[in-house]
């Protein structure tokens, strides 16, 4: 192929020959451990004591750091450690040991995993034995058909804890049954019953007596719906339980073939349970049951009709109701609901509306994307609850008995983004947010403390940066660390109210940039409205040379549950190695993904073929007029998983201008994906959008260069989901390329799928051939 075939008229080539990929390659090795001072998440120890690890010339040292005496010192003596590790055939330094996790045995001594063998060290005068096998890791070894050759780090689709309780349960309860196994019984508080599930239906027992014989509660579970023994929750006072009655709904079996299993020469099947888009779920409802009349206490089900999801049941304190979230189905409808005890009926406590979606979905890692969060106090008399209702996501003070807003506690244009701490006595909350602090990225997240009247909002980290906090077991200090994409990390002691106690490191990069090393740069425009701020990164290759015109390369993720161009400072990242071939890769957040306002958020309702692609046409467009060397003719993009649906969405319905596009592990229509994570975004029941938003129904609109990347044994995306659009691609007689990657879970390849996607963007938007690696190899050889 020609090169002036893909090159606009004047244009000079700017690399991707054998040198570029030999120093595309040794980027890693060229700058690994010359960023010094940089710290690993801190683990606390005791109240006022914790040990982090951080990087140092030539290697790691470890440190022990006390918040009362401020002062740090080293962990343990790091040569005599060394000495008593290293043996005939490995030699270890003071700063290369072969651990990262220490685990301390108070002030005498520590233990540490090498070669799967466990030592133990004793302090203060770091004499180090070998104790024998380190013990396996919790649950043992994993077991199963599965083992992908291929595994890729990719944004977060896992399902929230409340469906990872709920999946756990269905895998329970339709597991063929063991004879003679039962459910553990849970006691109730007092201790003298305990109940469980026998039989389908919830049996009961007095736990000592003469008489210890298991007593049927409940009468009317059957194998089709049986009750739940995960479920079940004793009243605080001993007189009633809980339990749910589950409906099954569709049982979908996705199944799979595996090719090349590494333990036999012949393909194995295998099969997973896998909830779609419409597919009827489970239905679980709750049951009230009194132990002195051992009668059921039907609980009306008015006020939660058609359930996504019901919560497990929790009990007030005082015994006198349950209450318990439910999400309904098509995710515009939240509430909290409250059954009494004694009768059944039920109220609403407070509930949530929205025309487009509510996100209910939320982890505990302090950086979920989720806006759904619930604390009750006094009972249930208030509610700490977290709402978009203005706009923007913020925590509110909620009368229990009313569901009326006592105090909004937080409001503007700014997100709160996880609750750390309440405490109700001095009814204080401490939570993260984005977008506060003005003059800044609005994606840097920043940690604060407020009163439940909304007075006393204070910025515990006020430095500019990316923050995150690690606290102390009591609450009392906190470990800041906090960096941008283009400054150096820092890490600080402070105290719960945001004083600082001492620095603890500030990273050093001057040999990482004398060596080379490039910061990306933070590039900021507007969005299709004109007024939005659409902010991203641009990285370059080291020996970029402003006079040339370079192709570009977006890296793009646009799944609504989350934000993810890069905020905090890396040396390395995937999207320089790429640069490195000589090319500019570019990432920025759109309108339809989170961490900012419910109306930029809403664009990805019942349409994620949009996934943003207006703003970020209109960015590279801003790009091009700033940068001569910004070749904006010449742009491909690439992505997994949902990444990998916009990737071919980019092709289909905007290519006038995304020429070249590397699609991985993509759900090319909603309709084949999980149902939790699609019926989100997507809307129920299933409607005309879905097929609107579907590369499949789209796929004859093909017109630049596009690659697929499947794994055979995708466990998240169904794998029919690429070869369906494969199949549509064929019908419309469209030319493509296709990578099928065997025994591999959600992947964008691996290794192997790098160098292919870099080859591909090599060949069509430089117009070079990359290296023949065959014909190298076989020259090798001779």
């Not at 049982?251 to 099969?271: C, F, H, I």
């Not at 439940?452 to 990316?466: M, Q, Y």
């Not at 664009?603 to 703003?615: E, Q, Y």
């Not at 299933?686 to 990347?709: C, D, F, M, R, W």
Request: glycine share 8%.
């Amino acid at each position: 192929m020609a090169v002036m075939a893909v090159m606009a008229p004047g244009t000079l080539p700017a690399q991707g020959r054998a040198a570029d990929y030999q120093r595309s390659d040794s980027l890693n090795k060229r700058f690994q451990g010359l960023a010094v001072g940089m710290t690993e998440t801190p683990r606390w120890v005791s109240d006022t004591r914790f040990w982090y690890r951080v990087s140092a010339p030539g290697g790691f040292r470890f440190v022990l750091a006390d918040a009362a005496a401020r002062r740090t010192a080293p962990l343990f003596d790091h040569a005599r450690v060394a000495a008593a590790l290293s043996h005939d055939t490995v030699t270890f330094t003071p700063v290369t040991l072969p651990f990262s996790v220490v685990t301390l045995e108070g002030d005498s001594a520590f233990t540490v995993v090498v070669e799967r063998m466990l030592w133990r060290c004793a302090l203060p005068d770091t004499r180090c034995i070998k104790v024998g096998p380190a013990p396996l890791p919790e649950g043992g070894p994993r077991g199963g058909a599965r083992a992908p050759d291929v595994h890729d780090s990719l944004p977060d689709e896992g399902p929230s804890p409340e469906e990872q309780e709920a999946r756990e349960e269905v895998s329970r309860l339709f597991q063929p049954p063991v004879r003679g196994q039962q459910d553990t019984p849970r006691k109730s508080p007092d201790g003298a019953l305990e109940a469980t599930v026998r039989q389908f239906n919830v049996y009961t027992r007095r736990v000592t007596g003469p008489d210890t014989a298991w007593q049927p509660l409940s009468y009317d579970g059957r194998e089709s719906s049986p009750y739940s023994a995960a479920s079940i929750r004793w009243s605080p006072d001993s007189r009633k339980l809980v339990a749910w009655r589950v409906t099954p709904g569709d049982r979908r079996m996705v199944k799979y073939v595996l090719s090349s299993p590494a333990d036999q020469l012949q393909p194995r099947d295998t099969a997973r349970f896998y909830e779609k888009p419409g597919d009827a779920r489970d239905l679980r409802e709750p049951v009230l049951f009194d132990l002195a009349s051992r009668r059921a206490i039907l609980i009306a089900q008015t006020h939660f009709p058609t359930p996504y999801s019901i919560s497990q049941p929790a009990w007030r304190n005082d015994s006198r109701a349950i209450s318990f979230e439910y999400n309904e189905r098509g995710h515009q409808r939240y509430r909290i609901i409250e059954a009494d005890a004694e009768s059944g009926e039920t109220r609403v406590v407070l509930e949530e509306q929205a025309s487009t979606f509510i996100y209910y979905n939320t982890t505990n890692d302090g950086l979920s994307s989720g806006k759904r969060y619930r604390f009750d106090i006094g009972d249930g008399a208030e509610v700490l609850w977290m709402s978009e209702r203005d706009g923007w996501n913020h925590l509110y003070l909620m009368d229990g008995a009313t569901g009326a807003v006592k105090q909004q506690i937080t409001k503007g244009a700014w997100v709160v983004r996880h609750v750390q701490r309440v405490d109700t006595v001095s009814r204080q909350i401490w939570f993260s947010g984005n977008g506060r602090n003005s003059g800044e990225d609005p994606y840097l997240l920043h940690y604060y403390r407020v009163n439940f009247d909304g007075s006393g909002l204070v910025d515990l980290t006020p430095a500019i940066g990316n923050h995150a906090v690690t606290w102390s077991n009591d609450f009392a200090y906190f470990v800041d660390q906090y960096s941008q994409v283009n400054t150096a990390p820092i890490t600080e002691l402070r105290r719960a109210d945001g004083t600082l106690v001492m620095p603890l490191e500030q990273a050093d990069l001057s040999a990482l940039v004398r060596a080379g090393w490039r910061a990306p740069e933070v590039f900021v425009a507007k969005a299709r409205d004109g007024v939005t701020d659409i902010w991203g990164v641009m990285f370059r290759p080291t020996n970029f040379d402003p006079r040339k015109r370079y192709p570009v390369i977006e890296n793009i993720y646009a799944g609504p549950q989350g934000s993810f161009v890069p905020k905090s400072f890396s040396v390395m990242n995937g999207m320089r190695s790429l640069a490195e071939l000589g090319f500019i890769v570019v990432q920025m957040d759109g309108m339809g993904t989170s961490n900012r306002s419910k109306a930029f958020h809403d664009v990805a309702h019942k349409n994620l073929a949009d996934a943003g692609f207006p703003d970020r046409i209109r960015w590279h467009q801003a790009a091009a007029a700033r940068f001569p060397w910004y070749d904006a003719s010449r742009v491909g993009i690439y992505g997994t998983s949902a990444g990998g649906q916009n990737v071919m969405g980019g092709m289909l319905f905007h290519p006038a201008f995304y020429k070249a596009a590397f699609s991985a592990a993509g759900c090319h229509d909603n309709r084949i994906d999980k149902m939790w994570w699609n019926e989100q975004w997507m809307g129920w029941p299933i409607g005309p959008q879905y097929a609107a938003s579907s590369n499949t129904e789209h796929a004859a609109k093909l017109q630049g260069k596009l690659l697929l990347v499947v794994g055979e044994y995708d466990t998240n995306v169904d794998p029919a989901s690429t070869l369906q659009v494969v199949n549509a691609l064929i019908k419309a007689n469209k030319t493509f390329d296709l990578l099928v990657i065997p025994n591999a879970d959600h992947t964008s390849g691996g290794p192997y799928g790098d160098r292919k996607r870099n080859d591909f963007f090599v060949h069509h938007l430089m117009g070079l051939e990359p290296p023949d690696r065959n014909r190298a190899a076989d020259q090798a050889r001779k």
